[in-house]
């Protein structure tokens, strides 16, 4: 390390954290201050997709955390310590022209000769990010298929599952699923030229390309990419111009088994106003949906996105988080970020209690009568005097095994979750272990007066909607 000391690195990265929680990730331990020269600090990154991210993300708040630590009027640049080109300033060969030996596409001029605007075609590529490859992927059967498929092709290019078309809705892992393809095939292959951008994108490059007489660049451009990767792709509908460019190139592409990878949020054939031609071709590879996460998904993404961040969570706040957010990882992310804020700025431990204070408790929120999980978990730990990790252990000793069984009954009863989901809730167990929980407590309620009067009491106190400790 060269004219900065490894005190003054802690401070830059302890402001980050304070300041920017958010946007600190467990990675950013790996970072290396490698020169401080002329009031440039050099910040040495793993690759460059964490180079291209944070140089286009991350600069303004390293600089601010470099000149408070510092008191001088410091600026960041972040340089790839392993050389794989970033997809934003990709393969740029001499002259301006396609190299076929290494199969670099052409960079464009910044200009043309007779002063026209030049589409700046690399910079509106979309930045990749670290945080979305395979490895901090969740799977589960909403999305087994999708990414299976998402990495056979990363690792087949042109040979398996083309094209590859991911659909669902919003916050569900595909634009994910798409970078992780984008990373892979940069890790592997560095020198390959890949092209990922929204469908927005393209149609914007392709009405200024006709404006400026710029087509055959456009055309050049997108049909000498090895992969092609496009998010978004149901903005095309009602675009008929648009359409019929994206049709020749597909099947140029296509011709030349270069993988082509789409996302939308629905399926193929019912994108309005699509050409049929386009439904069919897109239709002829693999078609995967991602769907919204069941429970047992919800917690392992929030657990996961909680790594991510270096956050230490207990696991009942991680499965409060699941159970109140059931809509995508997108909105889980969101609400772990809310909590991590209140708890650096109120400096309080990320806790159960925290959890609820933020996200609230549907028991306080007049608009929601429905029984939620939480509050049957609740209302059967205070009566049996259990915790909640141990209902979801894997113990099988009656003191354990009949609250459990009992909180199965009154979600199945009260909630609702599909048997599959509280199963999921309670251990990983299967749909089978709630229905035998179910006929269990049934039969025990028709055989055990006392045991009837217990049960009834909670599931009474659920239907009214109040807390077990309401004094009335």
Not at 25 to 46: C, H, K, S, Y
Not at 245 to 259: A, D, G, I, P
Not at 441 to 448: C, G
């Amino acid at each position: 390390m060269s004219e900065i000391s490894l005190a003054l690195w802690r401070d830059i990265m302890t402001h980050l954290r304070q300041q920017h929680t958010s946007l600190c990730r467990q990675w950013f331990e790996q970072l290396q201050p490698v020169d401080m020269n002329a009031g440039l600090l050099t910040i040495q990154t793993n690759n460059a997709v964490q180079q291209n991210y944070l140089q286009k993300r991350c600069v303004r708040q390293f600089t601010e955390a470099a000149q408070l630590a510092t008191g001088a009027l410091v600026t960041v640049e972040f340089v790839d310590g392993v050389a794989i080109p970033s997809t934003n300033k990709p393969n740029v060969a001499p002259n301006n022209q396609v190299n076929a030996s290494n199969h670099h596409i052409a960079s464009q001029p910044a200009s043309i000769s007779n002063g026209q605007k030049q589409i700046d075609w690399l910079e509106d590529q979309l930045v990749l990010s670290p945080d979305y490859s395979f490895d901090q992927f969740v799977t589960g059967p909403e999305n087994e298929l999708a990414y299976s498929a998402a990495v056979a092709v990363a690792n087949h290019l042109g040979s398996t599952y083309n094209p590859l078309f991911i659909h669902g809705g919003v916050g569900l892992g595909k634009t994910h699923l798409l970078q992780a393809i984008c990373q892979t095939v940069l890790s592997s292959n560095p020198g390959l030229p890949i092209c990922y951008l929204s469908c927005g994108t393209f149609v914007n490059q392709f009405l200024d390309s006709i404006q400026l007489g710029q087509m055959n660049e456009f055309r050049r451009h997108y049909r000498q990419v090895h992969l092609l990767v496009i998010d978004d792709i149901h903005f095309l509908a009602n675009r008929e111009r648009t359409q019929e460019e994206f049709f020749h190139t597909f099947n140029e592409l296509k011709q030349l088994n270069r993988q082509i990878v789409l996302s939308s949020d629905s399926p193929p054939s019912e994108i309005p106003k699509l050409a049929e031609r386009l439904v069919s071709r897109f239709q002829s590879g693999m078609v995967a949906t991602v769907a919204k996460p069941q429970f047992e998904t919800r917690v392992a993404i929030v657990r996961a996105k909680a790594r991510l961040r270096d956050l230490e969570l207990p696991d009942d706040a991680v499965s409060y988080i699941a159970t109140k957010i059931d809509t995508n990882a997108r909105e889980l992310e969101g609400a772990l970020t809310t909590i991590q804020g209140h708890a650096t700025i109120h400096q309080k431990s990320f806790d159960l209690t925290l959890t609820r204070q933020v996200l609230g408790d549907p028991t306080d929120q007049d608009q929601t009568r429905q029984v939620t999980l939480q509050q049957v978990i609740d209302a059967v730990t205070k009566s049996y005097n259990v915790r909640l990790s141990d209902l979801q252990s894997k113990r099988r000793h009656k003191s354990i095994t009949l609250p459990r069984q009992v909180c199965m009954w009154l979600a199945r009863r009260r909630t609702r979750f599909s048997l599959q989901e509280i199963g999921g809730y309670f251990g990983g167990r299967d749909h089978t272990t709630v229905m035998h929980a179910i006929q269990t407590v049934d039969q025990r309620v028709k055989d055990d007066t006392n045991f009837a009067k217990q049960v009834n009491k909670l599931d009474s106190l659920l239907s009214n909607n109040r807390s077990t400790d309401d004094p009335r």
